[in-house]
């Protein structure tokens, strides 16, 4: 199995051993004819042509689309290991809705030196269009994706949050169908917990969050920036899985203080908007003025109770790395308790003990922009180049604000399917996590995102990465 010594191998522990979670699955291989498992591998493939999941790569000149990679060897875990996840996964996301009301209205965590004003005060995520407004049902991150990362057998640690909009949910959903539809013996050998009622879920959790002015039955619409987006087949495909109106800005205006939907019968008004348009292009009289992607005054008919926005427009201040970093003393400071799943260890290079330290050992850590996303913008010392090395240490020492540093964690690996047999791979996790007035709702699962190439730590679609069916073991 390779590098089995220094990586935790969610599948075999060091001396070859199928691990208790793995072993109804590694039966069930172990009597697979080869050539078929083969035939399989190229169906899936050709499955996700067919329907088309792809998602767009920008590059220099125009946008590339591209299919993401299914590995179909599942990432299976565990049901006690679950219910020790969701625990930590739920104290969490609780803290997060709580920190976001808080820095709204009375920002007590400031109040009490726990967290630096400046953290927020130039944060280009900050709204102050949103202080002293309380989102119907109090409920800023509606749908929350915490990207988890194990480094052992009970050794799990939170990578980031995606507060503000998270994507990836429908390969979650489309994996495991896949998976159905190829294996299904297999799941009559394995008990799964089942992932398909997501949407459903999701649709119930929305309109659990109506808006004080909903009258009856909450409608309930997906806003899209439209079919150029990389992730427009997610908003698409949610909406017809929700049976939710998918719509664009042009679709939508206000109408006698409402926000209303163009329909064959005129216009009817629609009362939570799970938005994939990100803030400044949401109301073009509040934010971007140029914006066509938003719906003009959307922001006034959200202030007076007449429409819920989903996630909350600010919320995205919870995306940042800096606010990552104080997460432990976010936590205890809202509920009162540690935090279950730690942080990995982080230096704030806007402390000068700190970037000292990780001016001195740049070769061994990994560096992030604060505000950075999906692996750009950021150095893996251990694979970076001399050259690569001396640009970052110039750009941290000219700007050091504008970065943390975490060591490079041992990843855990799970195994893919390749030519050769099963091949390990190092894998991360996103669950997706609801939540309304009505409480929190984990998907037992989630987005499990694969290193295809070997030794690669790096498991984001946009750098090359996989997925996986993620499996959760019924009791």
């Known amino acids: 199995?390779?590098?089995?010594?220094?990586?935790?191998?969610e599948m075999f522990d060091a001396e070859g051993k199928t691990r208790p979670a793995y072993e109804d699955y590694c039966g069930w291989y172990d009597d697979q004819n080869a050539a078929s498992l083969k035939r399989k591998n190229s169906e899936a493939d050709e499955s996700f042509r067919r329907t088309g999941i792809t998602f767009n790569v920008y590059g220099e000149d125009e946008a590339e689309e591209r299919l993401i990679p299914f590995d179909m060897v599942p990432r299976i875990i565990g049901a006690g290991e679950w219910r020790r996840l969701t625990r930590g996964i739920e104290?969490?996301?609780?803290?997060?809705?709580?920190?976001?009301?808080d820095l709204y209205h009375r920002q007590e965590i400031i109040r009490a030196g726990r967290v630096p004003e400046r953290l927020f005060r130039q944060n280009a995520a900050w709204l102050p269009h949103m202080v002293g407004m309380t989102p119907p049902?109090?409920?800023?991150?509606?749908?929350?994706?915490?990207?988890?990362?194990?480094?052992?057998?009970?050794?799990?640690?939170?990578?980031?949050?995606?507060?503000?909009?998270?994507?990836?949910?429908?390969?979650?959903?489309?994996?495991?169908?896949?998976?159905?539809?190829?294996?299904?013996?297999?799941?009559?050998?394995?008990?799964?917990?089942?992932?398909?009622n997501y949407p459903r879920r999701l649709a119930r959790s929305l309109a659990a969050c109506?808006?004080?002015?909903?009258?009856?039955?909450?409608?309930?619409?997906?806003?899209t920036p439209g079919i150029y987006n990389s992730a427009y087949f997610e908003h698409a495909f949610l909406a017809d899985q929700m049976g939710a109106e998918l719509v664009e800005g042009s679709d939508l205006r206000v109408?006698?203080?409402?926000?209303?939907?163009?329909?064959?019968?005129?216009?009817?008004?629609?009362?939570?908007?799970?938005?994939?348009?990100?803030?400044?292009?949401?109301?073009?009289l509040t934010f971007e003025p140029d914006s066509v992607l938003g719906v003009p005054g959307i922001m006034d008919v959200y202030r007076s109770g007449g429409v819920t926005i989903a996630n909350a427009p600010g919320t995205g201040i919870c995306d940042d790395k800096a606010i990552y970093s104080f997460m432990p003393e976010i936590v205890e400071f809202y509920t009162g308790e540690k935090p279950l799943l730690p942080n990995v260890e982080t230096w704030r290079c806007a402390d000068a003990d700190s970037l000292?330290?990780?001016?001195?050992?740049?070769?061994?850590?990994?560096?992030?922009?604060?505000?950075?996303?999906?692996?750009?913008?950021m150095l893996i010392g251990p694979t970076a180049t001399k050259k690569e090395i001396r640009t970052f240490r110039a750009?941290?020492?000219?700007?050091?604000?504008?970065?943390?540093?975490?060591?490079?964690?041992s990843l855990s690996t799970c195994p893919i399917y390749t030519k050769k047999g099963l091949a390990p791979r190092h894998v991360d996790l996103r669950p997706y996590v609801l939540v309304s007035p009505n409480g929190i709702d984990?998907?037992?699962?989630?987005?499990?995102?694969?290193?295809?190439?070997q030794g690669s730590l790096v498991v984001n679609s946009s750098q090359g990465g996989g997925t996986k069916d993620t499996w959760v073991l019924k009791d």
Not at 1 to 9: A, E
């Open 137 to 196: 049902g109090g409920i800023y991150t509606h749908i929350v994706g915490i990207d988890l990362v194990r480094t052992g057998p009970d050794e799990w640690f939170v990578l980031e949050d995606n507060a503000r909009t998270p994507s990836g949910v429908s390969y979650m959903l489309e994996n495991r169908e896949t998976m159905m539809s190829m294996f299904p013996d297999l799941f009559s050998r394995v008990g799964v917990e089942s992932v398909s």
């Open 1 to 9: 199995m390779g590098d089995q010594t220094q990586n935790f191998d």
């Open 91 to 101: 104290q969490r996301v609780r803290a997060l809705n709580s920190f976001l009301y």
């Open 255 to 284: 109408v006698n203080g409402r926000v209303q939907m163009r329909t064959t019968r005129g216009y009817t008004p629609v009362d939570v908007i799970y938005r994939r348009v990100d803030d400044d292009y949401l109301d073009p």
């Open 395 to 409: 750009k941290l020492e000219s700007n050091p604000e504008n970065y943390i540093a975490q060591p490079t964690l």
């Open 210 to 223: 109506a808006p004080p002015k909903c009258e009856g039955k909450p409608t309930v619409a997906v806003l």
């Open 356 to 377: 000292a330290y990780v001016l001195d050992n740049l070769e061994e850590l990994v560096v992030k922009e604060v505000h950075g996303s999906g692996g750009y913008g």
């Open 442 to 453: 984990i998907t037992p699962g989630g987005l499990t995102r694969v290193a295809l190439k």
